[in-house]
Nanobody, 131 residues
Framework: QVQLVESGGGLVQAGGSLRLSCAAS????????MGWFRQAPGKEREFVAG????????YYQDSAKGRFTISRDNAKNTVYLQMNSLKPEDTAIYYC????????????????????????WGQGTQVTVSS
């Protein structure tokens, strides 16, 4: 079992920045690949960014490329999502998720994108971007 707790959400003006954090407790953090997803009202949960167990590989939704950066600190059991140049359409509840890594070999971006493949989820943090 692993417990995930997100923080860092809030209200920001368009063009501003936020840094989300997700602290993990429980089993060894480096046993998991991590992902950030978001869900806006009336919409399905969507992939935002993913990171490999080592932090060496990262993947992004097209709308996040160049604006968001996912990173992790395995010593602190924490994954981050730095969000810059925020837009009103980024408004959503942001969730972090953990997926057990059975084989530590390289994986393509599609491995990270499916929400149903993740094993553990945090409770979410609200991000609101005003225009």
């Amino acid at each position: 079992q692993v417990q995930l707790v997100e923080s860092g959400g809030g209200l920001v003006q368009a063009g501003g920045s936020l840094r989300l954090s997700c602290a993990a407790s429980g089993r060894t953090f480096s046993s998991y690949a991590m992902g950030w997803f978001r869900q806006a009202p009336g919409k399905e949960r969507e992939f935002v960014a993913g990171i490999s167990w080592s932090g060496g590989m990262t993947y992004y939704q097209d709308s996040a490329k160049g604006r968001f950066t996912i990173s992790r600190d395995n010593a602190k059991n924490t994954v981050y999502l730095q969000m810059n140049s925020l837009k009103p359409e980024d408004t959503a509840i942001y969730y972090c998720a953990a997926r057990v890594v059975v084989s530590r070999g390289p994986k393509g971006s599609s491995w990270y994108r499916g929400a149903a493949q993740y094993d553990y989820w945090g409770q979410g943090t609200q991000v609101t971007v005003s225009s």
